[in-house]
Each structure stands twice: as structure tokens, then as C-alpha cells.
């Protein structure tokens, strides 16, 4: 292994990669040093494996931060677009899914290849299966490896989040942000499922495998998407986006029945003279069983026909505002990302370099930038290490 180098980027992911071949078709030599055994390790499992690799639809609103200003430069200097362009050069073959979401057709493998292949070009090194144990700064950084000690110029710190700890997540580059005094904003698990309280598991858990079309509200906002309940609580696109925006002992208002006017219908059927129950009509907009459930726990249904004004104010609001207390989330166990990270406030939104720590850049995920679900989070990771990589 060559012990000096222009830049050496730890962490083989997303942003690491992107970074390491734009710095390498300046002409930087450049190393990246990945403890696992392979690159990319969540890359492969993304998007059921097929890798939601952009959103055409990508705006600063879709990120949070504590600074939701410090995305917007990156995202600006490479977009969706430009990422596509590489993805068509390879000739990846790709469909949109829904809402801007692109998707490989065959495999994630297909954009773990192009990463490959574009890094190869740009002269970039792939060292897989080495440990960086520490790092010292004595004018230039030192990485200390199990296959040696590491010599660079510049430094890039591109080791991800916590979520998913089998893919080769780890807490180092949150701890080399400390060791060089930069300020970090603390983690949580994001996009990931909440759990019940015991109460309400004993209520809804039955009603695992069900899932409806909701707007799930937290902390002011709202996410209009797909629902299922799990054994142990709430997941699913609308559950998974709202999480991200959630804190213990807040709550989650959900309309189960978005654009329809429960309260209205229900009158309309009463001066009908409808004998059909109330579950019925609003089994018609929802899942039978979840309809069943929620008459079952609010002492049953009676036909349309005999309802009292009291009584369809308490049914729409019962449907129109589920408001849930969950116990917590699922953890970084099943997160697909972290949110917190590396303060923003640290670095240039322009380099993503330390203010404080000339050479010192940090990229993706480790950063305290999160994307909503959808390919929001690749498109950070680009943007990110492809900003870092025209400097380092
Ligand atoms: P990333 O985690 O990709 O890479 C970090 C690398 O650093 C890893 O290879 C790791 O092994 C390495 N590393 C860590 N510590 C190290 C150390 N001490 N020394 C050396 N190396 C170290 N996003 C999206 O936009 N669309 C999608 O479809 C999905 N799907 C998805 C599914 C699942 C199950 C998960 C868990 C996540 C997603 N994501 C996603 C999120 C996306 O995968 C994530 O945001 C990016 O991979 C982040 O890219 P980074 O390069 O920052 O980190």
C-alpha cells in the first residue's frame, strides 16, 4: 500500500466513493479505506435492492438539519440530473416509481458497479478489510491501519450513520469529529418504524399486515402516504417520514381517511334511512378488518340510520384524528438513517470542509443533513461528495 497520498477517504459508501473519483479525475491521488469487506455494503440492500438512487423532485425541503439552509448549496451544484447522466452513460437501465423516486430495473449491484468502474478510471485505490484504529494530525493526516500507517493531505470522513449496525455502521467518524473539537448534534434513529404502547398494542396489534392510505402529522408536518400495521406497532412510507420528525412523548395525528368527509357521509346515509352499519359505509374507504377493529374498541357499530349527531362528530373525529403516543421507535436496528450528526455549522457548505480543521472534510450521512424517504438520501451523498471532492 502506498503510504502517502493526496486524500484518503474513510468509508467506502455513497458519499465516500462519489467523493474519492471526482477528487481522482482532478488528478489527486487518492485512497479509500473501508473496514468491511466489501464496498457500498447499503448501497446493495437499498431500495429492496434495487437501489432508489435519486429523486427528480429533490429540494432543500426535503432534508432536515439544524441548519436547513446548509443543504442547498451542494444540492444545487449537482443534481438528480447529473447523477443520471453517469447512470446513462453505463447504460443502467432505470424506471421512475412514483413521485420523482428512480430506481434501478435489475439490481443495486448495477450502481455499486458504476462507482466501481468511475473509481478505477480516476486512479482512485480500494483498500476493503482495513481498520483505521486512530488518526493523528501533524501537518498532514496519519491514518493508522492494520495494514500500516496512511499518510494525506486532506482527510474525508465518509463513514454513514448508525442504522443498520451489519452493514459496517460504526460511531468513528462522530469520534473523530470530537477528537479534532467539532461540534456534533446528537443521533437518533430516523425513517424508522415507532412502536405501540402496551396498551395500544393489545388494541391494534392484531392488526399486523394491514395498511391504508393515511396523512400522518408530527411536529407540523405532514406526510400523505401508505400506513401498515406491524406486530409491535406502526410502519409503512407515511409512518417511516414522520418518524424522522417525531420525539419521545410527542404524538402522531393520523387521518385514516383523507379526502373523504366521514361526518358528512354519515348524515347523508342517516337522512337516507340507511340500515347499513357505520363500519360497513366506512369499509368501503378502508380495510375491513381496520374498520371492524376500530368499531370493536369504541363500543361497536349501529346502522347509519339511528346515529345521533354526537355520535358521527365522535365517528369522523375517531377516523379523521387516530392520535397514537408511540412508546419509541424500532432503533437503528431497522432506521434507515440517522438523523443528527456532524453540527453544519462546523463546515463549509461549499467544501464541506472544517472551518476550524484545514484538510478535514466530512460527507453524507455523518454530516447533520437527513433526507425524507425516496432517494433523497443518495442524492445527499452525491451532492455532498461530489461539492467536497472539486477541493479536497
Ligand atoms: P454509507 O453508510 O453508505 O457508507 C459508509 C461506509 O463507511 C460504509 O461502507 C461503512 O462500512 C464504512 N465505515 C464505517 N465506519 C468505518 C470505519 N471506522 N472505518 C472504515 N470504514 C468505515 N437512501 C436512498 O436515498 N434510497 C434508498 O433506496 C435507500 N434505501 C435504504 C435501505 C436501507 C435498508 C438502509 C439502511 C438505508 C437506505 N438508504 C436509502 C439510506 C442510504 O443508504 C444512506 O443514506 C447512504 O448510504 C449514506 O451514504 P454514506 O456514504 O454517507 O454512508
Not at 50 to 68: D, I, M, V
Not at 92 to 121: N, W
Not at 216 to 225: K, L, M, N, Q
Not at 281 to 304: C, K
Request: charged share 25%.
Amino acid at each position: 500500500m502506498n503510504p502517502s497520498r493526496d486524500v484518503a477517504v474513510i468509508g467506502g459508501g455513497a458519499a465516500g466513493l462519489m467523493c474519492a473519483m471526482e477528487a481522482g479525475k482532478r488528478g489527486r491521488s487518492v485512497v479509500v479505506v473501508e473496514h468491511g469487506p466489501r464496498i457500498c455494503r447499503k448501497v446493495l440492500i437499498s431500495g429492496g435492492g434495487r437501489c432508489n438512487f435519486t429523486n427528480l423532485q429533490t429540494r432543500p425541503e426535503n432534508f432536515l438539519s439544524a441548519n436547513p439552509h446548509f443543504a442547498k448549496s451542494a444540492l444545487a451544484r449537482y443534481r438528480p440530473e447529473d447523477f443520471l447522466r453517469m447512470v446513462e452513460r453505463h447504460a443502467i437501465p432505470y424506471h421512475e416509481k412514483t413521485l420523482g423516486q428512480l430506481f434501478c430495473d435489475r439490481s443495486a449491484a448495477d450502481i455499486v458497479g458504476m462507482l466501481e468502474r468511475e473509481c478505477a478510471v480516476a486512479g482512485v485505490r480500494i483498500e476493503t478489510t482495513c481498520e483505521v484504529s486512530n488518526v493523528t494530525r501533524n501537518g498532514r493526516f496519519e491514518l493508522h491501519t492494520a495494514r500500516g500507517a496512511i499518510e494525506a493531505e486532506s482527510l474525508v470522513v465518509a463513514t454513514g450513520g448508525l442504522s443498520i449496525p451489519k452493514t459496517g455502521a460504526t460511531p468513528f467518524g462522530y469520534r473523530l469529529a470530537e477528537q479534532f473539537g467539532l461540534k456534533v448534534v446528537p443521533c437518533r434513529p430516523a425513517l424508522v418504524p415507532l412502536t405501540f404502547s402496551r396498551a395500544d398494542r393489545e388494541k391494534y396489534g392484531e392488526l399486523a399486515g394491514v395498511s391504508a392510505l393515511v396523512t400522518a402529522e408530527t411536529a407540523g408536518t405532514v406526510f400523505r402516504e401508505k400506513m401498515l400495521f406491524t406486530h409491535r406497532g406502526l410502519s409503512g412510507p407515511a409512518i417511516l417520514q414522520a418518524s424522522s420528525y417525531w420525539g419521545p412523548e410527542s404524538e402522531i395525528a393520523i387521518d385514516l381517511l383523507p379526502g373523504v368527509d366521514l361526518a358528512a357521509l354519515l348524515r347523508e346515509r342517516r337522512e337516507a334511512g340507511d340500515r347499513s352499519e357505520a363500519r360497513t359505509i366506512v369499509s368501503r374507504f378502508l380495510p375491513r378488518r381496520l374498520a371492524d377493529r376500530w368499531f370493536e374498541i369504541h363500543n361497536g357499530s349501529r346502522p347509519a340510520a339511528m346515529l345521533s349527531d354526537r355520535e358521527v362528530d365522535a365517528i369522523s373525529a375517531g377516523f379523521h384524528r387516530w392520535t397514537v403516543k408511540p412508546a419509541g421507535t424500532e432503533g437503528y436496528e431497522k432506521a434507515e438513517v440517522t438523523a443528527g450528526g456532524v453540527d453544519t455549522a462546523e463546515l463549509s457548505s461549499k467544501t464541506f470542509e472544517a472551518k476550524q480543521v484545514p484538510g478535514l472534510y466530512f460527507v453524507g450521512e455523518v454530516v447533520d443533513v437527513t433526507g425524507h424517504l425516496g432517494g433523497f438520501n443518495f442524492q445527499w451523498a452525491w451532492a455532498s461528495g461530489y461539492s467536497a471532492g472539486q477541493y479536497v
